[in-house]
């Protein structure tokens, strides 16, 4: 009887150190209608257009600016977004009536991450603060970051690129 009891007791003890490891995650619903269904994008050139198939001279059916946000439809799937000739399929909202079509992917940047300055923040030339500086940023400004390279980042800014220091 007391090796019963003591096997319940040890079993008890382990199953109650296993849940101490469970990790905790937020669940994330279905997208329903009306909500997002892809990935947000942002437009890095000075004006891109929106266009009715994936080809430069298919016809134009509206024009971004730089720093819009289409977001891209498909990117969320594991194949990647809906691509075809170098072009994306998008929306310009996320309900029903708003605006899809074709963007050029070679002047979007999906679902980037963002640089958010805390302080004025100097922007260089290339990855040397003895650079020329090419922007002096206000406080909370954001920008995408491109990429990171060592101790620097690369931003879009103003649909050209520059150097932030970490």
Not at 96 to 117: F, H, K, L, M, Q
């Amino acid at each position: 009887m007391k090796k019963y009891v003591c096997l319940t007791v040890l079993t008890a003890l382990i199953l109650s150190l296993g849940c101490i490891g469970v990790a905790h995650a937020e669940i994330i619903p279905p997208y329903g209608p009306g909500q997002q269904i892809g990935y947000p994008a942002v437009v890095l050139c000075e004006r891109l257009t929106l266009r009715e198939k994936p080809s430069s001279s298919s016809k134009a059916m509206q024009t971004l600016n730089y720093g819009d946000r289409p977001i891209v439809v498909g990117a969320d799937h594991p194949t990647g977004a809906k691509k075809e000739n170098g072009f994306v399929y998008c929306t310009l909202g996320d309900s029903e009536d708003t605006p899809c079509g074709w963007i050029n992917s070679d002047y979007i940047i999906i679902n980037p991450a963002w640089y958010v300055t805390e302080k004025e923040t100097s922007v260089y030339a290339w990855n040397d603060t003895a650079a020329p500086k090419v922007a002096l940023l206000d406080i909370d400004t954001r920008l995408p970051i491109l990429k990171e390279e060592g101790d620097w980042y690369v931003i879009s800014l103003r649909g050209a690129a520059g150097w932030i220091h970490k």
